[in-house]
T-cell receptor
Framework: DSGVTQTPKHLITATGQRVTLRCSPRSGDLSVYWYQQSLDQGLQFLIQ???????AKGNILERFSAQQFPDLHSELNLSSLELGDSALYFCASSDNSDIRSSGANVLTFGAGSRLTVL | EDQVTQSPEALRLQEGESSSLNCSYT??????LFWYRQDPGKGPEFLFT???AGEEKEKERLKATLTKKESFLHITAPKPEDSATYLC????????????FGKGTTLSVSS
């Protein structure tokens, strides 16, 4: 158990629908990252939040949005779902998001949420 | 653009047959290079962080090395339980703290 909790583990839905994925970071971690993993693209960075504020954006579609709440858990909202959105969605957390820090900080990943769009 | 390329895509070894996995990267200011292990249907599990060229780190049968353009993950006398996908990632200074991943090398070790 990595300490990063993701729910649900599996989700099956239809095209055009909207889903919400939830992530609770490790105790003490202020940063949450969302990644999408598909067979052909590998792990793609979507978005990062630090202590409730958006910190960095990657290849996140406009149909997708995220937020981090005061208790530091985060939700990733996926809307107008398409077949191509079927993938594993991972959340990761870290304890240091200071861009000025000289050290690299380790991301700890959750077990993922598998989304299937039919 | 920051990029990570891993080779080979897949590698099959016999138990005890040592080999190396390659990770080539281009990044505008390296904050750190990471190796993760991922088992099927699970999240990536952290193995190593390397910070500067010449650095080496070891863990059991795994040894990671770093040059200015690439990193190698050496696997010595592998066992079937080492079978997994090994992911390389970089953290770039200008990009904040998100990791940019390669597509991984899937290692299969047979007994």
């Amino acid at each position: 158990d990595s300490g990063v909790t993701q729910t649900p583990k599996h989700l099956i839905t239809a095209t055009g629908q909207r889903v919400t994925l939830r992530c609770s970071p490790r105790s003490g971690d202020l940063s949450v990252y969302w990644y999408q993993q598909s067979l052909d693209q590998g792990l793609q960075f979507l978005i990062q939040y630090y202590n409730g504020e958006e910190r960095a954006k990657g290849n996140i579609l406009e149909r997708f949005s995220a937020q981090q709440f005061p208790d530091l858990h985060s939700e990733l909202n996926l809307s107008s779902l398409e077949l191509g959105d079927s993938a594993l969605y991972f959340c990761a957390s870290s304890d240091n998001s200071d861009i000025r820090s000289s050290g690299a900080n380790v991301l700890t990943f959750g077990a993922g949420s598998r989304l299937t769009v039919l | 653009e920051d990029q990570v390329t891993q080779s080979p895509e897949a590698l099959r070894l016999q138990e005890g047959e040592s080999s190396s996995l390659n990770c080539s990267y281009t990044v505008s200011g390296l904050r750190g290079l990471f190796w993760y292990r991922q088992d099927p249907g699970k999240g990536p599990e952290f193995l190593f962080t390397l910070y500067s060229a010449g650095e080496e780190k070891e863990k059991e049968r795994l040894k990671a090395t770093l040059t200015k353009k690439e990193s190698f993950l050496h696997i010595t006398a592998p066992k079937p339980e080492d079978s997994a996908t090994y992911l390389c990632a970089v953290q770039a200074r200008k990009a904040g703290t998100a990791l940019i991943f390669g597509k991984g090398t899937t290692l299969s070790v047979s007994s």
